[in-house]
């Protein structure tokens, strides 16, 4: 029953949010303020660990490649396929649910906690329109990470690969481009656009209605990552079944 009362406070929440929505100009300078906070400062450690993760897909494929029958070009297609599909849209957005959610729902269980949410209901304004509807918009922003996280990906497993002489510059190139599907990007971005819608709400909703003091901000922020994770991969399956399943 208390699952069923949580996912029913989710969706309060989000109807809430787009209703009664506040002042243009005040709204579009907390856009800014999220998008300067929320994916700019994200942008340095997607580019991180995006490289190297890349540069490892591109040597452990390399190192598995015993059979000499196996092509050499095998190396730039994995890499590519495990940045494309699963690694930039997906487990970016986990390490995103930990550094953003968490950094989200801290932010506003704070103002929670110190009654600043109160003031502005008792001011007239819609607190979830005013904390949480900016957070949505800036994430709209979010597939340009996963962009940059699948073009670094790939770079990182081309230094590796080339430059580690594990493969051929042409090879792994030729690897890149062989049985392209161009959906496969559409995919990807699909899923990255809905991930960005949970990654914004899901932190904001155990923030906005958490209780107690310093101690439980902490609490939610971690309830946050569970299940802005849990949410992430089941939503991942049942995107991929309905798009890739058939």
Do not use: C
């Amino acid at each position: 029953m208390k699952y069923i009362s949580d996912i029913g406070s989710y969706f309060l929440m989000l109807r809430t949010v787009f209703s009664r929505p506040t002042k243009g100009s005040v709204i579009y300078e907390l856009i800014l303020k999220e998008i300067d906070e929320l994916v700019i400062n994200s942008l340095g450690i997607v580019a991180f660990i995006s490289f190297f993760v890349g540069g490892v897909v591109a040597i452990q494929t390399a190192l598995n490649i015993d059979n000499p029958l196996i092509p050499e070009y095998l190396v730039g297609f994995a890499t590519r396929q495990s940045i494309l599909l699963e690694f930039a849209p997906t487990f970016i957005s986990i390490i995103m649910a930990g550094k953003m959610g968490s950094f989200i729902t801290s932010s506003i269980g704070s103002m929670r906690v110190t009654e600043q949410i109160d003031a502005l209901e008792v001011m007239g304004i819609n607190s979830l329109n005013y904390l949480v509807f900016p957070k949505i918009i800036a994430l709209l922003f979010y597939p340009f990470v996963i962009a940059i996280a699948m073009f670094l990906g790939i770079l990182g497993g081309w230094v590796a690969g080339v430059q580690g002489g594990f493969t051929s510059s042409e090879a792994f190139v030729n690897g890149l481009q062989i049985d392209f599907i161009p959906f496969h990007i559409v995919y990807a971005f699909i899923k990255t656009s809905v991930f960005a819608f949970i990654l914004a709400t899901v932190p904001s909703w155990q923030g906005f209605y958490m209780k107690g003091g310093a101690l439980e901000v902490g609490k939610a922020s971690t309830n946050s990552f569970v299940w802005t994770s849990v949410l992430i991969i089941l939503t991942n399956y049942i995107i991929t079944t309905l798009l890739l399943g058939s």
